[in-house]
Structures are given as structure tokens and as C-alpha cells.
């Protein structure tokens, strides 16, 4: 058995896959197997995907017979992984060499650990740097501020660090079932292991993402954006109560889950805007 299962949830996405697939056939850490899961593409993604299957016995194909829908296919990956670690991989992405390894190395030094990143750089679509994203550790000694500011700096990416198998199936079955909503899954699913202070970070290795712009024909309507909302900080708070803290730390997190909540999903100003230009029946923005 591999120590490091890589799931790769693809759907239509030829253009990219090839770079991504060749960037995880030749990281340094090498004992990995590697899950492609095809969502039904109308493109080439499950030949490109196949062609490595058949070139290297750690790649392993996997193809829905109808599209499940992207949280569904994510969600496969990780049920079919059979290695105590486990990572996603966006089907748009590479990382450097030494990416699994310098991850692989944190869980090594930290046993308990369950959530190891590393640097990301995120490219805007011509290819020019957008931003650059590092975990960012708060020394506060109260526990709720520095668990909260964590919270509030964490990017969505960091789903894509090596995690805990276990504890990642446990906290993603969760979400799964509490939040029905595609839209900042990724943030709830990293949420329990912000609360748990079980992450940890290295910058001597980087992921290299593209930043997607929302398709106008799957902006969410206010409607949405308010139930978005609601549902994300209900369940934000049922991860928050399901922990110990002093009075003080509680009455602290509650105020955190709403700013993440208000930071993660759409900010009350952003839905009331949205609200006003649709009623006067101006394009949205």
C-alpha cells in the first residue's frame, strides 16, 4: 500500500490535466498512488488520464458513469484512497518537486499532526501572479483570538494540503451531510482543523494554482447568497460548540464564526448591494 493517496477530480479538463498528472508521475516522494476520478468529461481528460494509467502502475482511473456534481466527485476520491495520507489535486494545478515530500516530512516530525501546507502562488488567468497565500500562525496566547485570526486569514487552497486521512473522511462527511452548498465547502472543510490547532505549515515548498472567475450563469442569486450565509454559519457554529472552551474563549468564537462566515461566503454589503441593483433592475456586478 502507498503511503500517500493523490485524488484528482477532473471534468473538462483536458487543457491542464496533462501538466498536472506529469507534475505529480515526477515529485521526489514517490511512494503515492495517484486517483483520477473523470466526472463524465466531454473532452479528452479521461484519454490524457488513461495514458498515464497505462505508463505507470501508481495511476489509477476512475470514471463516474454520470456527473455527480464537483462535491460528489471530490467526496470518491477520498472513500477509494487507501493511505493513511491524503491529498487533492485540481486538475488546473502543479506544485513544486519537492511538494509531497516537504509535506510528507511535517506529518514525519509532527505525529499529531493532521493538516500539512505548504506556500501557494495563484496565477490570474494570463498567467500573471495574483496573489501569494501562506499559512499564517498567530502567537496570541487566549486561545479563541488566535484560533480566530487563523480562521480569518486561512485560504480556501489549503484544502489542498496533505492531510489525515481519517480525520479528513470524519470532518468532510460531516460537511457533506450539514452544508448542502458547493460554494466555500473548502473553507467548512478546513474550519475543524483551525479549531483543533492540528496544522502546520512549511515554505520550503510551493503550490501553484489559477484563479477562476465566476461564471455569470452560476453567480448565486441573493436568495442564495443569504441561505449560503446562514447555512454556512450554523454549521461553522456546530463545529465551534462541539469543542471545550472557557466562557470567555465562547463568547469570543461566536463572534469569529460570523466574520468567517461574513469572509468566506459573500459580505453583508456585497448580498445588500446585489439586493438594491436587482430590485432597481440594474446588471449585477
Not at 487566549?142 to 480562521?151: C, D, F, V
Request: proline share 4%; net charge positive; aromatic share 10%.
Amino acid at each position: 500500500m502507498a503511503r500517500i493517496t493523490v485524488g484528482v477530480p477532473v471534468y473538462n479538463g483536458a487543457a491542464t490535466l496533462r501538466a498536472c498528472l506529469t507534475c505529480l508521475r515526477d515529485q521526489s516522494f514517490r511512494d503515492i498512488e495517484v486517483l483520477i476520478s473523470d466526472n463524465c468529461s466531454q473532452d479528452d481528460s479521461a484519454v490524457i488520464a488513461e495514458e498515464f494509467v497505462q505508463a505507470d502502475p501508481r495511476f489509477r482511473l476512475i470514471r463516474q458513469r454520470e456527473n455527480v456534481g464537483a462535491r460528489r466527485n471530490f467526496a470518491s476520491l477520498l472513500a477509494a484512497a487507501s493511505a493513511p495520507l491524503f491529498m487533492w489535486r485540481a486538475d488546473d494545478a502543479i506544485s513544486d518537486p519537492n511538494y509531497i515530500e516537504s509535506l510528507q516530512a511535517l506529518h514525519e516530525r509532527e505525529p499529531d499532526l493532521v493538516l500539512a501546507v505548504g506556500g501557494e502562488l495563484i496565477n490570474n488567468a494570463d498567467g500573471t501572479l495574483w496573489r501569494a497565500v501562506a499559512f499564517e500562525p498567530s502567537d496570541s496566547p487566549i486561545k479563541a483570538i488566535r484560533i480566530g485570526r487563523e480562521m480569518l486569514a486561512a485560504h480556501a487552497n489549503f484544502i489542498y494540503g496533505l492531510w489525515n486521512r481519517d480525520y479528513l473522511r470524519q470532518a468532510h462527511g460531516f460537511v457533506m451531510a450539514h452544508y448542502p452548498h458547493l460554494w466555500a465547502w473548502d473553507h467548512m472543510t478546513v474550519l475543524p482543523v483551525l479549531l483543533d490547532e492540528k496544522i502546520a505549515s512549511t515554505s520550503d515548498t510551493r503550490l501553484i494554482s489559477s484563479l477562476h472567475e465566476t461564471r455569470e450563469g452560476t453567480r448565486p442569486s441573493v436568495p442564495q447568497m443569504v441561505a449560503i450565509r446562514r447555512s454556512f454559519r450554523h454549521v461553522a457554529g456546530l463545529f465551534v460548540q462541539a469543542r471545550r472552551w472557557s466562557l470567555a474563549d465562547s463568547l469570543l468564537m461566536q463572534l469569529y464564526v460570523y466574520r468567517y462566515a461574513n469572509l468566506k461566503t459573500f459580505r453583508f454589503f456585497k448580498v445588500l448591494r446585489r439586493a438594491i441593483r436587482d430590485r432597481l433592475g440594474m446588471a449585477s456586478k
